[in-house]
């Protein structure tokens, strides 16, 4: 159970001077009504609907109800932290939180106080390192060479990809892999004569 005055104090808090009742009503697909109750804390949200609040506001629902002082856990969201690197990696994807938790076998709310920098366990780190993330990069934001996260994310996706393609070709015979290498060069010189 969630401390309703908490709540109904934060909520109100951080929707002010960003959005109406309404609006957020309109977001959540609810009344506004509900959100008013919500406000003076005559009713408490669902859990799904307390991930769904947070989500909007960028919030851990560990603030929502009162269970932590801070909006963020202290992220400074410009810093390189491991918060931020498995937010950059799920941007990069296009998931939304929901989406990436599925993924990662975590809750969209154990998800989003990752990214707002509650430390994940060792299970969620494995599941990011068997994606085909460094664990240097992914902990310390260290690689061999100096990149962007965009770009370790590239190297990483190129990666994968080259590892998936050599398990294909591994069952190739000889006569099957030169028919894919002859294809291959007629697909890449094609590339090159559109440039």
Not at 103 to 109: G, K, R, V
Request: glycine share 4%; charged share 30%.
């Amino acid at each position: 159970m969630i401390l309703l005055n908490e709540f109904a104090n934060r909520l109100k808090d951080i929707r002010k001077g960003k959005m109406t009742q309404g609006e957020l009503a309109d977001l959540l697909n609810t009344t506004q009504v509900q959100i008013s109750l919500y406000e003076t804390g005559k009713d408490d949200p669902s859990p799904e609907m307390l991930e769904k609040i947070a989500d909007i506001f960028d919030v851990t629902t560990d603030y929502l109800t009162g269970k932590t002082p801070a909006k963020d856990a202290s992220v400074d969201k410009e810093a390189d932290t491991l918060a931020q690197r498995i937010k950059v990696i799920r941007v990069y994807y296009n998931k939304s939180q929901e989406e990436f938790a599925k993924d990662l076998s975590i809750s969209q709310s154990a998800l989003s106080s990752i990214e707002h920098g509650t430390i994940p366990s060792a299970e969620v780190i494995q599941k990011l390192g068997k994606l085909g993330f460094s664990l240097e990069w992914l902990l310390y934001g260290e690689n061999n060479q100096p990149s962007s996260p965009k770009q370790v994310l590239e190297d990483t996706a190129a990666d994968w990809e080259r590892t998936r393609i050599n398990k294909l070709l591994n069952a190739f015979s000889h006569d099957k892999l030169k028919l894919c290498r002859q294809c291959l060069e007629l697909f890449v010189a094609s590339f090159t004569q559109e440039k």
